[in-house]
């Protein structure tokens, strides 16, 4: 008899998802319809799960539910319509400092499920010399002429040296967790915005954030308003830019 589920079980979730997918569009007006908590709870926990740089898991996500500081949150989107209807709005951080944050844990995991020696080494010695860059950059300095040197005589890493490399690094896993969290709401029937629209410098200062920190993005949340989007989705043909060499 369990056999006999699986199969539709894992035809409806493939299903689900490619309806999620094709389903989540940027939405710039949202309904006035409020948003249940646990809507935007299991849409947190599904981001989580998204793929990271080496697990490090430097990402932050704030749940800006204050109504004051979410009234200066929609003025420092330019108070665009994206931020001004939706209901919900949540900003996404990238902060690659946030590897301090997950460094203990990771390594008591890696001993707990008794992982291989070479990750041992990796979490414990090489995550600490990736993820600093040192004052005004020295040890960026150093990694950079290292692997330049190196990478003369055979295939090597270039990279990440400097802080800016290591925000870059940050905002690429914290992306990928937005696009799951944008997803999961797309599954439980709610509509998003992803907004790149915005001051950083003083949406960090009412996220009280280091200067390490950096805005991915600030997402809006709701349900979609009637003429919600200007018109039907653009994509470029799949032939301009899936290549097979």
Known sequence: MNAQLKGPVRDRNKVEFFQAVETRRSIRKFKPDPVPAEVIQKSFEAAILAPNSSNTQTW??????????????????????????AQELVVVVADPKNWKRSYKPLNRFVEEVKAP?????????LIPLTYRWGFLNTLGLFKWTVSTATGFFRPMTRGPNFKRDLQELAIKSSALAAEN???????????????????????????????????TMVIGVGKEAER??????FR??????????
């Open 60 to 85: 932050d996500f704030y749940w800006v539910r204050s109504e004051e500081k979410k009234k200066k949150l929609v003025e420092y989107c330019l108070s665009q319509s994206a931020a001004r209807t």
């Open 117 to 125: 020696n070479l990750v041992k080494v990796y979490y414990k010695q």
């Open 181 to 215: 969290f944008v997803l999961a709401l797309a599954a439980q029937g709610y509509a998003s915005c992803m907004m790149e629209g915005h001051d950083e410098w003083r949406v960090k200062r009412l996220l009280g954030l280091p200067c390490s920190a950096r805005i």
């Open 228 to 233: 919600g989007t200007w018109g039907p989705r």
């Open 236 to 245: 470029l043909p799949i032939s301009d830019v899936v290549h097979e060499i």
